[in-house]
């Protein structure tokens, strides 16, 4: 699961968020190969090939956490993370979540700095950033009953917006099930029974959730991708994502990584969380070691892995 969704989001730095296919096709004639350096123009410029966006950078900052700590403290992970993603500090391109999230943080240490800040002020975003660094507590919960409680104060700390959360929830919930031995289907099905949807942030979700698995069997991945949401907002972002897991399950990790790289607009976000899926489901031998070892911090995301497998 862990090596899912690093892998994926490095794969696919170089070609992130190119929402035009022309633009993808001139950027590269002879195809995307995976783990691509960003251009001097790109959003990543700087980065070089096998580093992660933002979000795999976020996902990294978890598990040293976790792995320092020996369980998940928010108080410990917001500290690092608003010291480490720091608009002006840190080197790559930060999403609004991050920076909006960081402005409260910084707000409060001035206004209030006898007061220690809660962490669950994050910005009111509902896109990908809680969503794409979640999986090591799913790992560490996925057998407690306080495991989408967990979730939700996560992506508070980043994310202080409902439809984050119930779509963070919802990613979490396909984890667990999978991790549990459930195939693809069960454990969306389980998952969409897992969530709340007596409210309209849950039934909207619901409802894209039916549109994605409706659209199983397209003739054409990429146009059926655009339609259900391929950029960040989470209500288009992860329907497109169980659409991308259930019609690519059955490919190799390397084709189907490329495939939803190949269809543009936000696919590091997408690449990690269909990653994530299909690492819980088909186990660490699915994912092929020589893309792993692309990962420039390879042995500290090994490490860390291994850590977090143990407890």
């Known amino acids: 699961m862990l090596w899912g969704a690093l892998v994926g989001d490095a794969a696919a730095l170089g070609a992130h968020w190119y929402y035009r296919q022309e633009d993808l096709k001139a950027r590269f004639p002879d195809g995307i190969k995976g783990f691509e350096t960003p251009t001097d123009d790109h959003y990543h410029a700087g980065k070089q090939s096998g580093e992660f966006t933002m979000y795999g950078d976020a996902l990294m900052l978890l598990m040293q956490s ?14 690092r993370f608003m010291t480490t993603l720091t608009p002006g500090s840190y080197a790559g391109y930060l999403d609004h979540a991050t920076k909006e999230s960081h402005s409260i943080y910084l707000t409060h240490l001035a206004e209030h700095p006898d007061t220690p800040f809660d ?104 146009a059926t991708t ?21 019609e690519l399950k059955e490919e190799s990790y390397e ?33 092929p070691d020589d893309w792993k070892q692309k990962i420039a911090d390879y042995d500290e995301a090994a490490a860390l892995i291994d850590q977090i497998a143990a407890m």
């Open 66 to 79: 976790i792995s320092e700590t020996g369980t998940f403290s928010r108080d410990d992970f917001g500290k």
């Open 119 to 222: 962490f669950q002020q994050g910005a009111d975003d509902n896109q990908l950033a809680g969503a794409t660094s979640l999986m090591p507590l799913v790992a560490l919960f996925h057998d407690d009953s306080s495991l989408l409680e967990r979730i939700e104060e996560f992506v508070r700390i980043r994310q202080n917006n409902d439809e984050a959360v119930a779509s963070s929830q919802l990613h979490a919930s396909i984890l667990k099930h999978l991790l549990s031995g459930e195939s693809p289907e069960q454990a969306i099905e389980q998952a969409r029974a897992d969530a709340q949807n007596d409210d309209a942030t849950g039934v909207i979700l619901d409802t894209r959730m039916i549109a994605a698995m409706e659209a199983l069997g397209a003739s054409d991945f990429i």
């Open 226 to 246: 655009k339609d259900l949401g391929y950029s960040c907002p989470l209500p288009g972002s992860l329907p497109a994502s169980v659409y991308s897991f259930l």
């Open 255 to 287: 084709d189907a990584i490329l495939a939803i790289i190949g269809a543009g607009g936000e696919s590091a976000g997408r690449s990690m969380l269909v990653g994530a899926w299909l690492g819980a489901h088909f186990g660490e031998g699915y994912i």
